[in-house]
């Protein structure tokens, strides 16, 4: 077995939809450990860097402003599960991308639809497809020192830039 880690984001529509204790749940199943967790209103730049792989496709704006939260709300809870073959036991529970073609009882199948003026495939999570894509996406969405544990390297450096801190 190999261990892996997959981001996991819970799209907007799943957070309106109130469904993030039942998405959690069934991730649950796979017996692996959340090692990063935020809710985050995602910018113009992370969507786009995100779906980069997407943007020759005619609905690449669609789902960049399905992403930000234009259709639902405007905050997504991202995560980063670790453990043995963490890709394929997330995306087996998750379903396929086309809601209309994943099984009715994965994620994707009992909560997500195409939206008809849109076209988006509304599918309520979003988990990553390979290691590769995992690591530049984790690394996309997290810095180090928001997981908690190390599962790729880090390196330490000292930076003067301003940081907000609680007052």
């Given at each position: 077995m190999v261990v892996q880690q997959s981001l996991v984001i819970i799209k907007p529509d799943?957070?309106?939809?109130s469904l993030t204790g039942?998405?959690?749940?069934?991730?649950?199943e796979t017996k692996l450990k959340i090692v990063g967790a935020k809710i985050l209103k995602v910018s113009r730049e992370l969507a786009?860097?995100?779906?980069?792989?997407?943007?020759?496709k005619p609905f690449f704006n669609e789902l960049i402003d399905y992403i930000m939260g234009k259709y639902h709300t405007d905050r997504v809870l991202a995560?980063?599960?670790?453990g043995e073959e963490a890709i394929n036991k997330i995306r087996e529970i998750c379903g396929a991308t086309n809601p209309e073609e994943a099984s009715p009882i994965s994620i994707r199948g009992k909560y997500g639809r195409i939206n008809s003026k849109t076209k988006v495939f509304e599918n309520v999570i979003h988990a990553s497809d390979t290691e590769e894509n995992a690591?530049?996406?984790i690394q996309l969405w997290f810095s180090p020192s928001e997981l908690t544990e190390i599962i790729y390297p880090i390196k330490t450096e000292f930076l003067t830039s301003p940081k907000l801190v609680w007052a």
């Open positions: 799943g957070l309106v939809k039942n998405i959690i749940t069934a991730l649950s786009e860097k995100h779906y980069e792989h997407l943007k020759s995560l980063v599960y670790h690591k530049r996406e």
